[in-house]
C-alpha cells in the first residue's frame, strides 16, 4: 500500500515543478503566469524507494476576490482531504504572505501530516524567508529547490517514516480477521450508524503490559456508551480500532489487547506484542498507559511510556484495579514517586487511578484524556513567548562557551501536537542540554503545558 501526498499552496510557488520533479513526466503545465494549470492532477510518484501518488493544486490565480477566496479554499480541502499526507509549499523567496497564512490555517485544522516545504530555496535570498516558515506553526520547513532539485533528501527523510507508518497500517488491517468491526468507513454494514457530529474522532491508545485490563476497560466503557459502529461489546477482542462516543466525545480508541490475543494464536507473541503497541501508539493522539496497581512500573510499562514520549504523543497513566487495593492513600503517595522517579520525561502527566471492572474513576479519565489533548494542541503566540524569553533569559542568562556568549534572539511556536518551539539564537550548537531543559521547563510551567512532550529546537548560524 502507498500514499497520497497532495501539494498545496498558493500560485507560483512552485507546485507543479516539484509535481513534474516527482512524476518525472511532464504531466503538468508549468508556466510563470500563475494561473495556467486548471484543478486537481494526480499522478504515479517515485522518490527514491517510494511509490506514491502526487495530487497537484496548480490551476489557482492569486485570490483577489471573494469568489476565488472561495475556490481556492474548496480545491485546497479537496485535496487535503484526498490525501494522506500534504506537502505545503511557500516561496521562500517571498516570504510569508497572507494567502500562506491562509492556507496554513486550512492545513492546521484539516490536515493529519503536513510537510511544510519553502521551495525556491536555493541561494541566500531565500534564507529570510525560511526562517519566517517556521511562524505557521507547522514545524520545521523543508528547504527546497524544487527547479533544481535541490532539499529532496530532506523530503525523503520526512516522508519515509510516515510511509513506514501507513504501511503498517495497511498490514494491520488487511492481518484483520472477516469477524472484526470494519472501521468506520463501512457504510453498507446495516448496523453502521454514522457519527452524530462532524467532529474528528480522537484517537486514543489503551496500552499496557497484558492482563493490565486494557480489553476490561475498554469494555466497560463500551458498555456505558452506545457504541456506533458494530453489533455488540464482545467485538472488541480481535478490533484493531473502536470508533465510539465516551462522554459525547467521538473517539477512536485503539485496543492493542485484542492485537495480543490475535498474535498469541499466531505464536509471534513476543515480536507483536512490542510492535502491536508500537502502532497503536503511532497512530494516537492520546496514548493511555494503563498500570496494574498489584505490579505498577514494570519494565514493559517504561517501554512503552517512554516510546510514546518519543513518539510525541499525550501521555495519561491510569492506575487499574484500585477497587482491590486497601491502602489507598499510601500507595497512591508511592506510585506518584515512581512516576516522578522512572519517568522524569513525562513530568506532571496526569496519573488517574481506575477500576475496569466497577467503572470508578473513568470520567475523570475521560477528562484527563480530554485535557491531555487540549494541551497537546496549545499554541502559545508568538508575542507572548519573546517577552516569556526575555525574562528566562534575565533570570538565568546562557552560558560563554569559549568566552562567547549564546544569543537567544527570538523564539516562536513551530508546531503543534505536541508542541515544538524555536529558537533563534547563535552558536546553536554549544547550547547546552541543561539549558535547554531550564526553558522546555519554564513553558511548561508558565504557559501550563503539563505531561506533554515539549520539543525546543536550536537555530541559526553556528
Ligand atoms: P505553481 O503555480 O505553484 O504550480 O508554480 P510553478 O511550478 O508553475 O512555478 C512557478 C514559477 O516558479 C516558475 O517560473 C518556475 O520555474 C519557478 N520555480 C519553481 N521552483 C523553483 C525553484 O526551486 N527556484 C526558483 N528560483 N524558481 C522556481
Ligand atoms: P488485558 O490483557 O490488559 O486486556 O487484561 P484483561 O482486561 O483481560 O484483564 C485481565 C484480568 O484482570 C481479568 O481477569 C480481569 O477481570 C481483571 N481486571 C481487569 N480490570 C480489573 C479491575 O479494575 N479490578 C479487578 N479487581 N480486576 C480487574
Known amino acids: 500500500m502507498s500514499f497520497t501526498l497532495a501539494i498545496v499552496g ?45 495530487i497537484d493544486t496548480a490551476g489557482l490565480e492569486e485570490a483577489t476576490d471573494e469568489s476565488l477566496q472561495g475556490r481556492m479554499r474548496k480545491l485546497t480541502e479537496k485535496a487535503v482531504d484526498m490525501a494522506d499526507i500534504c506537502l505545503f509549499m511557500i516561496d521562500a523567496r517571498a516570504g510569508v504572505t497572507p494567502t500562506d497564512q491562509v492556507f496554513a490555517e486550512i492545513l492546521r485544522k484539516r490536515a493529519d501530516h503536513v510537510i ?30 524544487a527547479e533544481h532539485g535541490e532539499g529532496l533528501n530532506d523530503l525523503y527523510s520526512q516522508l519515509q517514516p510516515l510511509a513506514d507508518a501507513f ?17 468506520d468507513e463501512d457504510e453498507d454494514d446495516p448496523d453502521y450508524v454514522p457519527m452524530p457530529t462532524n467532529a474528528k474522532p480522537l484517537q486514543v491508545a489503551v496500552v499496557g503490559r497484558p492482563n493490565a485490563g486494557k480489553s476490561t476497560l475498554i469494555n466497560q466503557i463500551l458498555g456505558e456508551e452506545r457504541l456506533l459502529t458494530g453489533p455488540e461489546a464482545g467485538i472488541t477482542r480481535d478490533a484493531i480500532s473502536l470508533r465510539m462516543e465516551w462522554n459525547g466525545t467521538p473517539m477512536r480508541i485503539f485496543d492493542t489487547a485484542g492485537m495480543r490475543k490475535k498474535a498469541k494464536v499466531q505464536e509471534k507473541l513476543e515480536k507483536l506484542s512490542v510492535g502491536d503497541g508500537l502502532r497503536a501508539v503511532k ?51 508511592d506510585l506518584k514517586e515512581s512516576f516522578e522517579r522512572l519517568l522524569p520525561q513525562l513530568r506532571g502527566a496526569p496519573l488517574i487511578t481506575v477500576s475496569a471492572k466497577t467503572g470508578r474513576g473513568l470520567d475523570r479519565l475521560h477528562d484527563a484524556i480530554m485535557r491531555a489533548y487540549d494541551v497537546w494542541n496549545r499554541r502559545v503566540t508568538t508575542a507572548q513567548l519573546n517577552r516569556w524569553l526575555t ?13 562567547k556568549r549564546i544569543k537567544l534572539r527570538y523564539m516562536t511556536q513551530a508546531k503543534t501536537r ?25 513553558l511548561r510551567l508558565d504557559f501550563d503545558m503539563p505531561g506533554t512532550p515539549i520539543r525546543l529546537y536550536m537555530r541559526g548560524q553556528n
Open 167 to 183: 504501511e503498517e497500517r495497511a498490514d494491520a488491517a488487511s492481518d484483520t480477521p472477516e469477524t472484526d468491526v470494519t472501521v
Open 283 to 333: 497512530f494516537a493522539e492520546v496514548v493511555v498507559v494503563l498500570l496494574d496497581a498489584a505490579i505498577p512500573f514494570e519494565q514493559q510499562d517504561l517501554r512503552i511510556a517512554d516510546l510514546a514520549e518519543r513518539e510525541g504523543r499525550a501521555v495519561i497513566v491510569a492506575v487499574n484495579k484500585w477497587d482491590i487495593e486497601d491502602e489507598k492513600q499510601s500507595k497512591l503517595k
Open 391 to 403: 525574562g528566562m533569559v534575565e533570570a538565568h542568562p546562557p552560558p560563554a562557551p569559549q568566552g
Open 10 to 54: 498558493r500560485p507560483n510557488v512552485g507546485k507543479s515543478t516539484l509535481f513534474n520533479r516527482l512524476v518525472g513526466k511532464r504531466l503538468a503545465l508549468v508556466d510563470d503566469q500563475p494561473g495556467v494549470t486548471r484543478d486537481l492532477r494526480e499522478g504515479a510518484a517515485r522518490l527514491a524507494d517510494l511509490k506514491f501518488t502526487v
Open 418 to 442: 505536541p508542541p515544538g518551539f524555536v529558537v533563534m539564537c547563535s552558536h546553536p550548537d554549544k547550547v547546552p542540554e541543561s539549558y535547554s531543559r531550564y526553558l522546555v521547563n519554564g
Open 116 to 145: 511544510l516545504a519553502a521551495n525556491k530555496g536555493e541561494g541566500a535570498a531565500a534564507d529570510a524567508g525560511v526562517i519566517e516558515a517556521y511562524s505557521l506553526g507547522l514545524g520545521e520547513p523543508i528547504r527546497l529547490s
